[in-house]
Structures are given as C-alpha cells and as structure tokens.
C-alpha cells in the first residue's frame, strides 16, 4: 500500500497544479516522506521513497521559496 501510495504521489506530482505541489511541500507531508525513507523495517519502501524524494527535489529545484522544505530534506538526507 505504500509503494502504491507512492506511486501515486509521483503520477500527480508529475501531472499536477501549484497548489498540489505546495502540499507536497509542506512540512507535514514532508517529515512523513522522511519517516519513511528512514523506517529500516521495509527496506523496497525505504528505497523507493529516497528516490522519489530525490526526483521530487530535483524537479522542483529552485521554485518558490514555499516549496523549498522539500529540497531542504533532501539536502539533509543527502548529508546524512
């Protein structure tokens, strides 16, 4: 169910409006997405997760300033 929900979440980011995107990019959605892609109980989530955080950043790159908090984790994943 959760890759399914990830899935998901990549076709609409993917196809979607500004106002999806600044949920995605909300501290509430993003420290949800983090949890996941640090839950080492399930491991393919895990993955999948990183690699959706990681295309999500990149494709929202330098956006407005409210849909930075996305990025921000990333970068820090990527430092840890």
Do not use: H
């Not at 949890?35 to 399930?42: I, P, S, V, W, Y």
């Amino acid at each position: 169910v959760q890759l399914l929900a990830l899935e998901l979440t990549d076709a609409a980011v993917k196809n979607t409006s500004p106002a999806f995107l600044r949920e995605l990019c909300s501290r509430e959605f993003v420290d949800v997405l983090v949890g996941l892609c640090r839950n080492t109980t399930t491991g393919v989530v895990e993955e999948k997760a990183r690699q959706f955080v990681q295309v999500w950043a990149l494709l929202i790159g330098s956006s407005p300033p409210e849909l930075g908090y996305l990025k921000e984790a990333y970068d820090q994943m990527r430092r840890e």
